[in-house]
């Protein structure tokens, strides 16, 4: 990132710009801006050499008035407690917005999992489950995967939660393998959501698939079944990256051999059919769709100028700074916010609760067929909103989301 704002301060202005819209009184402001719970933890591990190591982890609950917390665990060198404090409130938001009866959480662990042996990272991922358990539960606070964890690590979470239960609880993560209570369809619902509001924008502007480009950033989780589902529906991916660099082919990548060679290389970087690039230019490369799907703050103050896409599709949450909203705002860039364009995961997610409580398990198609519905019926709320009102999209969905919590507040009252 290239400004001193932190992602928190991020959060905060748009929350702050919400209330104002809202005509909503300071102490409201007070109340969403503040997480309701928040526990940090220590994670000591002996070391092959039986020395100790004391990792740093948090969880933060930022608001449990709709339902149960609901949010991701990331593993990451660069996690601290106002990043999962701002990634908690983006939850509570995006929940509401896609109306699924939960408040927003977000975890966290100080560690680079690509640096640690599997047996490591199953030991902190078991010790942070057993130090946050007491805040947990399929009632309580739900975690999924983000960045640095994936489905192993939510089976490892479920097993140690279970096991201190004494019976199987499959409701407390979700994002967990299909053979283990996981949903059809949850591995893919993020990008597939990003996909269908990728249409969605695509259609507003009169522009067909296959009159369209794409450049996304990031190729883990999120951005490579992104960058798949675009190409599939015929739009031209033109350069992809990852933390290691970008790869650009003006005639279009052919993205399931990018695939292949990311799952043999480990990286982008290196493929054979296309040129080598920086980041930061790839981000500045003239294309339809910019689709940031990696980390916060990528799109700031200093390159916003130079984008040269004609819409933004929010893969990652939080890629643009507000500083950056507004360069982009003037410049006529359509941007479809992140608690909008990054939706599908909590909605598969919610899917995969649902059935985990009901012990009764949805066809992959069904699955899918209530994703795009509730995408597509989130997109359609926000345009609606933002016509009704002359804002921008990402001032439509956070006005719509924190309108929907604070409705809910005020009817729950204050206790005591
Ligand atoms: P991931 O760990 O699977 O992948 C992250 C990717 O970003 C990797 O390819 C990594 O190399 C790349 N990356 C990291 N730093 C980068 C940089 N500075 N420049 C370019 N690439 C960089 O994580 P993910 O689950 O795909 O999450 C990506 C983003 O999407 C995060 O903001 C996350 O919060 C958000 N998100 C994820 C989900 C989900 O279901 N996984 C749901 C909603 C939002």
């Not at 202005?13 to 719970?37: N, W």
């Not at 979470?157 to 993560?173: E, I, K, N, P």
């Not at 959501?193 to 990728?198: D, H, K, Q, R, T």
């Not at 009704?388 to 809910?408: I, N, Y």
Request: hydrophobic residues 40%; aromatic residues 6%.
């Amino acid at each position: 990132m290239s400004t001193a704002r932190t992602p928190l301060d991020e959060a905060r202005e748009q929350l702050s710009d919400a209330i104002k819209a809202l005509g909503y009184d300071a102490g409201m402001f007070d109340m969403l801006a503040t997480p309701r719970r928040e526990t940090t933890v220590s994670i000591p591990l002996r070391r092959d050499d039986g020395t100790i190591e004391l990792l740093v982890g948090h969880r933060v609950q930022h608001n449990l008035t709709r339902g149960p917390a609901k949010g991701g665990l990331r593993f990451s060198p660069d996690v601290d407690l106002d990043e999962v404090r701002a990634l908690a409130m983006w939850m509570t938001w995006k929940c509401a917005l896609v109306d699924v009866p939960y408040g927003g959480a977000k975890g966290g662990v100080n560690i680079d999992p690509p640096q640690l042996l599997p047996r490591r990272l199953e030991r902190v991922t078991r010790r942070y489950t057993s130090e946050i358990m007491p805040i947990i539960g399929p009632e309580r606070d739900i975690p999924a995967p983000d960045i640095g964890t994936d489905e192993q690590t939510m089976a490892w979470m479920m097993d140690t939660f279970s096991t201190a239960q004494g019976h199987t609880v499959l409701g407390v993560v979700t994002g967990k393998p299909v053979s283990l209570g996981g949903s059809l369809g949850r591995a893919s619902a993020t990008s597939r959501g990003v996909a269908i509001v990728a249409d969605a924008a695509l259609e507003r502007l009169g522009i067909e698939p296959d009159q369209a480009t794409a450049v996304v950033q990031g190729f883990g989780k999120v951005g490579r079944g992104a960058a798949r589902f675009l190409a599939e529906s015929g739009v031209k991916v033109i350069a992809v990256s990852d933390q290691y660099g970008a790869i650009h082919s003006p005639d279009g990548l052919d993205v399931p051999a990018v695939e292949a060679h990311v799952d043999e290389c480990g990286t982008v970087v290196g493929f054979a059919g296309a040129d080598a690039l920086d980041n930061d230019v790839m981000i500045q490369l003239e294309c339809t769709l910019l689709i940031p799907a990696a980390v916060e703050g990528v799109i700031h103050e200093g390159n916003a100028d130079g984008v040269r896409a004609t819409i933004i599709v929010e893969g990652a949450n939080g890629p643009t700074t507000a500083a950056a909203d507004r360069i982009l705002e003037h410049k006529g860039v359509t941007i479809v916010p992140d608690i909008l364009a990054n939706a599908g995961g909590v909605i598969v997610s919610y899917f995969e609760w649902v059935q985990a409580n009901q012990a009764y398990w949805w066809s992959e198609s069904e699955v899918e067929e209530r994703l795009e519905q509730r995408m597509r019926a989130a997109w359609r709320d926000v345009i609606k909103y933002s016509q009704a009102r002359t804002m921008s999209l990402r001032s439509a969905a956070t006005c719509l989301a924190v309108e929907r919590v604070a409705e809910a507040h005020v009817v729950r009252g204050l206790y005591p």
